[in-house]
């Protein structure tokens, strides 16, 4: 059976980093993958992080399986970082949450589930969106659509394309949202977008399902929340899919959850046990370490305002790197206007380079970006950018 089987093509974006890995170009440059790096190119552990799993060390007296949704203590931090303590949503009991491994898990969940409540169901995904979001639901057994969300000519959010698009899909469909940060784009709706957006939602009976994986790395933590919060508080029937793995630098503990929104504390039980049983079909329930150093963080007065302010030194970072990049870029003579990037939010940006300029500079020097285009910001440094945008500028002037 086994020697029928095909090579599967490479994933886009890990297969880019298995490609990176094995370069021996000693400046190579990884703008590819999605994890954080600081000034000096590494992915670090956060300090709370180190402090919190001491605590645990001391502490931990078993290592007896975890319920099938996760520990209760996890769920409750993560339901009061999405709303606040004092949310109707979380005094109502009308939201549960499971912890899942990894943002990922929690989609495949997530799609499972729809699945179940739905066969019928399509699943309306941004164009573009993140490269596994369709393999995952794919994977489910949902159909898949697109709806329009970048304007590659203005390099900036097509709001009229996608409201109109979100406004003829049919009801008892899902509508995948970024929450902030967007991924591939950097783009995201504002307030007053997301007002319109979840007007629609909710006015044509449609499901949300938000992707909520960089919570803290926009404009800050309450404040990332404001698009996904808005679509909630409008009545309509929510999924939340959250990640620590950027946000606390949790990337290979594989900490997440789903949270389903519902309108009552009675349909929100119901579903949940839904929820309950697709996981006990899947992975039968999540692993500890990585939940219980979160719940440590967020438990815990002290730690949490530590942990906010590690946030915000990467949030602020990125920010910089953005800023000077457009600057570097300038500086080597380059004529196109890339002024955008600044605006976007979060590690990744979608840079405008085509495909043949991406090849470019990944065979002549050794930069690895995706094939779209998409350049993680969080890959660079003060160290790399004169090379990186010197090389960026041979390419596009030719």
Not at 43 to 71: C, D, N
Not at 279 to 296: D, E
Request: with cysteine; hydrophobic share 40%.
């Amino acid at each position: 059976m086994f020697e029928t089987i095909p090579m599967a093509p490479a994933d886009p974006i890990l297969g880019l980093t298995e490609a990176f890995k094995a370069d021996p170009n000693p400046a190579k440059i990884n703008l590819g993958v999605g994890v954080y790096k600081d000034e000096t190119g590494q992915t670090p552990i956060f300090e709370t992080v180190k402090k919190a799993e001491q605590r645990i060390l001391e502490s931990e007296s078993s290592k007896s399986y975890l319920p099938i949704s996760g520990a209760p203590e996890y769920a409750d931090a993560v339901l009061r970082m999405l709303f606040g303590g004092s949310h109707e949503i979380v005094s109502s009991q009308r939201a549960a949450t499971a912890q899942t491994p990894g943002g990922t898990g929690a989609l495949r969940v997530a799609g499972d589930f729809l699945k179940f409540a739905n066969p019928d169901a399509t699943i309306y995904v941004s164009n573009p969106t993140w490269a596994n979001h369709k393999g995952v639901f794919a994977a489910s057994g949902l159909k898949i659509e697109e709806y329009p969300y970048y304007d590659s000519q203005s390099k900036s959010l097509d709001f009229e394309a996608m409201i109109a698009a979100l406004g003829n899909i049919p009801a008892n469909n899902i509508v995948l949202l970024h929450g902030c940060c967007h991924n591939p784009t950097g783009i995201d709706p504002t307030v007053e977008q997301w007002q319109q957006i979840a007007e629609v939602i909710k006015n044509k009976k449609l499901v949300a399902l938000i992707d909520f994986a960089y919570q803290g790395l926009a404009r800050g933590i309450n404040e990332d929340a404001d698009g996904m919060r808005i679509i909630c508080e409008a009545g309509c029937e929510t999924i939340i899919t959250s990640s620590f793995s950027k946000n606390v630098g949790l990337y290979n503990e594989r900490v997440g959850a789903i949270t389903i929104v519902t309108e009552n504390a009675e349909i929100a039980t119901q579903a949940f046990s839904q929820v309950k049983r697709v996981i006990r079909a899947n992975y039968s329930n999540p692993p500890s370490h990585g939940g219980k150093i979160v719940s440590t963080i967020l438990g815990d007065a002290e730690l949490r305002r530590e942990w906010e302010i590690e946030v915000e030194q990467i949030r602020k970072r990125i920010q910089e790197m953005r800023v000077l990049f457009v600057e570097t870029l300038k500086k080597k003579g380059v004529e196109q206007d890339f002024s955008f990037i600044i605006e976007q939010n979060g590690m990744f940006s979608f840079s405008g380079l085509n495909p043949d300029q991406v090849k470019a500079l990944r065979e002549k020097y050794a930069i690895y970006i995706v094939g779209s285009g998409r350049i993680n910001v969080a890959g660079m440094t003060k160290a790399n950018m004169e090379p990186l945008c010197e090389a960026i500028a041979e390419v596009l002037n030719g």
